[in-house]
């Protein structure tokens, strides 16, 4: 009688973990700030949820022109205070290096930008702001709109009419 109570006990935990193992299978949605998501669709933002659960927005610029934009889903914490980063791509350099005049334009620009800064990663140029990650839909949204206009415009100081981001 012992026996088979335990085989049956035994049974439903292996039951029980193959229903788990096969919904992380079938969930393929990623996991996403419902926080973030909730501000974008009360303004009709569209966006995409791209593979890390983060927010992909694009906006369109006026004049042809569009800035593609990412609001993390993943934040981070200093003491007490949790932050979220919004990324928006303004420069693509063909190596590794930037040009010195770049890189002198991009530090100039970050001593005159009120929020935000230019971080070099890899071959890109990426403005970023970071922000209280519960920050209310107006202030999330003004931030996203600055780095979507700072990337275009730096795009355009640094490429012309090229529109690659």
Same mark, same amino acid.
């Given at each position: 009688m012992k026996m088979a109570k335990y085989a049956t006990i =035994?049974? %439903?935990i292996m039951l029980l973990c193959l229903n788990s193992a096969w919904a992380q299978l079938g969930s393929t949605a990623p996991k996403h700030d419902s926080r973030v998501e909730k501000i974008l $669709? +009360? !303004? *009709?933002?569209?966006?995409?949820?791209d593979k890390d659960g983060d927010f992909r927005v694009t906006f369109d610029m006026g004049?042809? !022109?569009s800035q593609l934009a990412f609001i993390m889903s993943k934040t981070s914490e200093y003491r007490n205070f949790e932050i979220r980063e919004i990324h928006s791509v303004g420069y693509r350099s063909a190596t590794e290096q930037f040009p010195p005049s770049v890189a002198n334009q991009l530090l100039e620009d970050n001593f005159l930008i009120k929020l935000g800064a230019w971080a070099k990663v890899g071959n890109l140029a990426i403005f970023i702001v970071r922000l209280s990650a519960d920050a *209310?839909? +107006?202030? %999330?949204?003004?931030a996203l709109r600055l780095t979507l206009e700072s990337a275009d415009e730096m795009e355009m $100081? %640094? =490429?012309g009419d090229e529109d690659e981001f």
């Amino acid at each position: 009688m012992k026996m088979a109570k335990y085989a049956t006990i =035994t049974g %439903l935990i292996m039951l029980l973990c193959l229903n788990s193992a096969w919904a992380q299978l079938g969930s393929t949605a990623p996991k996403h700030d419902s926080r973030v998501e909730k501000i974008l $669709k +009360e !303004r *009709d933002i569209a966006y995409r949820i791209d593979k890390d659960g983060d927010f992909r927005v694009t906006f369109d610029m006026g004049e042809g !022109r569009s800035q593609l934009a990412f609001i993390m889903s993943k934040t981070s914490e200093y003491r007490n205070f949790e932050i979220r980063e919004i990324h928006s791509v303004g420069y693509r350099s063909a190596t590794e290096q930037f040009p010195p005049s770049v890189a002198n334009q991009l530090l100039e620009d970050n001593f005159l930008i009120k929020l935000g800064a230019w971080a070099k990663v890899g071959n890109l140029a990426i403005f970023i702001v970071r922000l209280s990650a519960d920050a *209310d839909g +107006e202030s %999330l949204v003004n931030a996203l709109r600055l780095t979507l206009e700072s990337a275009d415009e730096m795009e355009m $100081k %640094l =490429t012309g009419d090229e529109d690659e981001f």
